[in-house]
């Protein structure tokens, strides 16, 4: 089974089928969204590392890290302790459903980039694939959390607005270690916020 196929039928598991009208326990898409978040875990260095791989030097040189470089159109997910302790549930799906709303057009643009880039590398391109569809179910998670909560989901948008076509291939090389390098924080604190949530509301 191909990696794209694998995804797409561990997303269907793990998004909730939900009935119209049907009461929404927060419990069981708190429940679906943890699962999904810790699979997720296990493959975001993976990803990281397999895409400096591909991208030469510096990029693959061991030890590689620019944590200073960042893109405004996607939120950090470095956050201090008592800053994230501090947050309450609304506050904390609302940002967690900003961020991986981001990240799945900026996995999208990262794909195009590699597909250009390193055409012959089909790994990459599978791995990238496969992240953007978990983002995506995870996102579907945290709205079907937010639902059964009374919160309201915020509307989709258009996050990376007009992209410079005319970006070098470094800059693209960057922009592609900014996103997963931020999947895999962001990966990181979902877990972290939905453990937290799990807590509160127990199945």
Sequence with gaps: MSC?????CLLTLLLPALG???PI???EPISQAYSLALYMQKNTSTLLQTYLQYQGSPFCDPGFSAPELQLSSLPPAAVSFKTWHALDDGERLSRAQG?????TQHLQLVGDDQSDLNPSSPILLA????????AQGLLGNI???MTSLGLPIPPEEDILGLVPFEASAFERK???YI???????WTDRAVRDLALLKAKYPG
């Design 143 to 145: 709205a079907a959390i």
């Design 127 to 134: 791995q990238l694939r496969a992240a953007r569809l978990r």
């Design 179 to 185: 996103v997963t390098r931020e999947y895999r924080h």
């Design 25 to 27: 326990s927060p419990a």
């Design 20 to 22: 119209p009208g049907a």
């Design 4 to 8: 794209w196929l694998a995804s797409l």
């Design 174 to 176: 960057c922009r592609g």
């Design 99 to 103: 961020a991986f709303l981001a990240l």
